[in-house]
């Protein structure tokens, strides 16, 4: 089969591809060198640091061991730290005061992808624009290698996890007290990825009872890997055949954290951030600015309002939402698919974070999940998608028409990320995808049907080129 039609997605969100097809040791070597030639060209002089880690996919070790060659033969050191999760490697770039940070991994991608997300020094990823001129760089003459003198040194830890955990722990908004006396019992499916080690950890120190599914860390999915309703069935029936009090799922590189009720119920990955704004603003008290994306629930908005914080809107992607809480001194944010970020450990989306937040959440108010989420305001969502390839359009033209179309009939538009618009009654968010070969759509309303029904038709919409105009 030719490689020129297995896709590569290159963004802000990092390198993603599929393993040994669009993403082979020469892509690999492309964009890794011109990372070290861009930190080269930002910060120069000897002894630099750069932290890799990975998660657990099968095909992991060929690109972590050609990753760490690459940045040696640039003169850097490396800090190994294994099979961790993607907020480990971001918070361990901080703490280790690093020149960088590479992450192997497909996030939440099916098993036969593989990718890299590259960190910055400050621990967030590579900003917007940074990435033109990595690309420029690997796209033109490519990296460029120092002398052979220079080559950097490998150094092998295997704490980091340990050290990740430790932090959010010592956090006094983290009541491990608490935790500690009630002993909740919790299910935990990691989906044989990066997760199962550092969350049981985290469980273990919380001292919960833990049911570990799939916690091995084989990269062989035991379903897949995107922590979704559809895709969490195991983990619903595991709550209710154990009592517990808690179900939590976490994709590949755990940094999206769902969760599912004490029934067993599913509450939505959008229900993740909400807990957690909910606590830090309401329980404990914080008072500042809250950032989400703009495919996020309005229970957020809502919830900033009751609680006296301003909300702010990001484009999509973490690197987005973690400027936006930058500029506006945040103190808290995330998104709406399980991502939690929280500036006082790292500001990057976080599982292990979220996780220690809802379970401090349901120890301060003593009730179960289910009689928590009740008290929100009640919305739902509605997330299709259409494949770029089946499209036989100039999409950002639709979305441009879309826009103008929508304006003039009085509705909010945004075009910060595709095609925002919002009515009294409904939203709906059109945007390409930083990670797969699609375009997402996204939609919410206060009923489910009246939320799919906007969703499907502005999908129809798209698929028509715009011949089919939107009734909703």
Known sequence: MSTAKAPLMVSPSGIRGISNKSLVPSVVEKYVSALMTLLRQKVDGDDQLVVIGRDSRVTGPWVSRIVEGVVMAHG????????????????????????????VTSSHNPIDWNGLKFIDSDGLFLRPSDWVTLKKIADGEGGVYPAYEKIGKLTEVSNASERHVATILDLPEISTDKVVE?????????????????????????????????????GVFAHKPEPITPHLTQLMEGVKEHKADIGIATDPDVDRCVVINEKGEPIGEEFTLALAVYYWLNICGKKGAVVKNMSSSRVINDLAEKYGCEIHSAAVGEIFVAETMLEKNAVIGGEGNGGVMLPDVHIGRDAPVAAALILS??????????????????????????????????VDEFLAQLSKKWSERGATVLTLDGVHISTEKWWVHLRKSNTEPIVRVFSEASSEAEATTVAEQFVQSLESGGSYSPRV
């Open 76 to 103: 850097y050191n490396v800090l190994q730290v294994g099979i961790v999760a993607t907020p480990t490697v971001q918070y361990m770039v901080q703490q280790e005061k690093a020149a960088a940070g590479i992450v």
């Open 361 to 394: 959440l349901l120890a301060a108010e003593a009730k179960p999940l289910s009689v928590i989420c009740a008290t929100f305001p009640t919305y739902f969502m509605s997330k299709q998608k259409a494949s770029l390839s089946a499209l036989d359009i100039d």
């Open 182 to 218: 009630k002993k909740f019992k919790v299910v935990l499916d990691t989906v044989n990825g990066a997760g199962g080690p550092v969350m049981a950890h985290l469980l273990e120190r919380l001292g919960c009872e833990v049911v570990a599914l799939n916690a091995e860390t084989t």
